[in-house]
């Protein structure tokens, strides 16, 4: 099984930037996961922000982040990160890391049922 465990959380001004780190441990048997980041706001639905095929580097992001985030690996796969720059008030929210079996493509990657494995959590709080 795979574990996965958030740390980089923390306050910010809007337009600043923070950097998330998921620290990856474990394997499936004879499949390389997809790691995904949600984030879940007060009174709202978790939602996909990220992800990323960690045997091909192949990556997908939500409509609201492109541009801002980036997502990204160690070359170890051992760690993922996700960068984000030009963070708004509305970005605030606690900030999951989860780990999904195999390739999640388009269509598959932001939908929750497909992760098997999810952290604590980190909170992300973007002031104005």
């Known amino acids: 099984q795979v574990q996965v465990v958030e740390s980089g959380g923390g306050s910010v001004q809007a337009g600043g930037s923070l950097t998330l780190s998921c620290a990856v441990s474990g394997r499936y048997a004879y499949s390389t996961p997809t790691i995904g980041w949600f984030r879940q706001a007060p009174g709202k639905e978790r939602e996909g922000v990220a992800s990323i095929y960690l045997a091909g580097d192949i990556t997908y992001y939500a409509d609201s982040v492109k541009g801002r985030f980036t997502i990204s690996q160690d070359g170890a796969e051992e760690t993922v990160y996700l960068r984000m720059d030009s963070l708004k008030p509305e970005d605030t929210a606690m900030y999951y890391c989860?780990?999904?079996?195999?390739?999640?493509?388009?269509?598959?990657?932001?939908?929750?049922?497909?992760?098997?494995?999810w952290g604590q959590g980190t909170q992300v709080t973007v002031s104005s």
């Open positions: 989860a780990a999904g079996r195999g390739f999640l493509r388009d269509g598959m990657w932001d939908d929750r049922s497909y992760y098997r494995s």
